[in-house]
């Protein structure tokens, strides 16, 4: 049986840094656990009240407003998710850097970056359990499960619009390192292929190449050669989901150990030399810094699995 706490009546002044803010959006992250059928029927129902008045779910917040949130019966939420405590404390060790704004966190392989789809831990959960007392974290990017490496955290609403206007305007700069089938040729430069993407009924997504899908652009580099497999160095352009995966299965050269889009007999190869996770890690981001205006930038190193693949491979005459 649930534990059930009542909230008390709360009144919250915004802050610059919240204005902007649809106020439904505003009562999800004040209001945790609350269902949002519940939230917009306390709107609806003029239970929530903005400068004493009455207002609309999409109503955006100004600085200095007075919100009245309304007590509340929830089920009660714990701060840090029990069954994942250890993780949650796994995540201290995988930041890269912490300031007021932002949060740069090398992510582990396998971990989701935030919960749903059959999970209910995910990245963006633990750090929010980590850190308790910020009333604010959001991811400013993904990465897939599988894939390993730089992701970005704003701790301030500000600073996520920030980052979010350089990623659309392509003034954030992120580099991979991919292990891929056979000899990458020496004068490709970049892939360029619409991508079009298809959720199935399980949910799973599938990403393919599409003269309907969005234009998509991936630049590479080669970094290493081995015996039938080369490491290289991916800077997508365009942000798709999937799209390096996809962009070097396209060009013939699948990523070691992808469940969707891999090369069987390569991956078989890369498994007897004990690798058992997708080679895709997020090596480098760099970015305009929101508070500072300063160019950043922060690099994570490899983890075990991937080194260790690299050594084996240089070992193979």
Same mark, same amino acid.
Do not use: C, H, W
């Given at each position: 049986?649930?534990?059930?706490?009542? +909230?008390? /009546?709360?009144?919250?002044?915004?802050?610059?840094?919240?204005?902007?803010?649809?106020?439904? #959006?505003?009562?999800?992250?004040?209001?945790?656990?609350?269902?949002?059928?519940?939230?917009?029927?306390?709107?609806?129902?003029?239970? *929530?009240? =903005? !400068?004493?008045?009455? *207002?609309?779910?999409?109503?955006?917040?100004?600085? !200095?407003?007075? =919100?009245?949130?309304?007590? *509340?019966?929830?089920?009660? /939420?714990?701060? $840090?998710? #029990?069954?994942?405590?250890e993780k949650v404390a796994e995540l201290e060790s995988c930041i890269l850097y912490e300031d007021e704004r932002i949060l740069v966190i090398n992510k582990p392989s396998g971990t989701a970056v935030h919960g749903g789809s059959g999970l209910n831990f995910g990245l963006i959960e633990g750090l929010r359990a980590l850190r308790p007392q910020a009333s604010f974290m959001e991811l400013v990017h993904r990465l897939d499960r599988d894939t390993s490496g730089c992701i970005l955290i704003a701790k301030k609403r500000s600073a996520l619009r920030h980052l979010h206007a350089q990623l659309r305007e392509g003034q954030m700069d992120k580099r991979y390192q991919a292990l891929v089938a056979g000899a990458w040729p020496e004068n490709r430069f970049k892939v360029k292929a619409p991508l079009l993407k !298809? *959720?199935? +009924?399980?949910?799973?997504?599938? =990403?393919?190449? #599409?003269? #309907?899908?969005?234009?998509?652009? $991936?630049?590479?580099?080669?970094?290493?050669?081995f015996t039938g497999a080369t490491l290289v160095e991916a800077s997508p352009i365009t942000g798709r989901t999937h799209q390096i995966r996809v962009h070097c299965q396209h060009a013939g050269h699948a990523i070691a150990c992808d469940p969707k889009y891999g090369d069987v007999h390569f991956d078989d190869q890369m498994r007897r030399l004990g690798l058992k996770r997708l080679f895709l890690h997020a090596a480098s981001i760099r970015f305009i810094h929101p508070g500072t205006e300063e160019t950043v930038r922060f690099d994570a190193p490899l983890d075990s699995a991937l080194t260790n693949s690299i050594k084996q491979l240089n070992e193979i005459l």
């Open positions: 049986m649930k534990n059930e706490i009542t +909230q008390k /009546v709360r009144f919250v002044t915004i802050e610059s840094d919240l204005a902007g803010q649809r106020v439904d #959006n505003f009562l999800r992250t004040q209001l945790k656990g609350v269902p949002k059928s519940m939230i917009y029927r306390i709107l609806r129902k003029g239970e *929530v009240r =903005v !400068n004493k008045g009455r *207002v609309k779910p999409d109503y955006k917040l100004v600085a !200095n407003d007075l =919100v009245r949130i309304p007590p *509340v019966r929830i089920a009660e /939420v714990k701060d $840090t998710p #029990n069954p994942k405590l !298809n *959720v199935l +009924q399980s949910g799973e997504r599938l =990403v393919s190449v #599409n003269d #309907n899908g969005k234009p998509s652009e $991936t630049r590479f580099r080669i970094l290493q050669r």
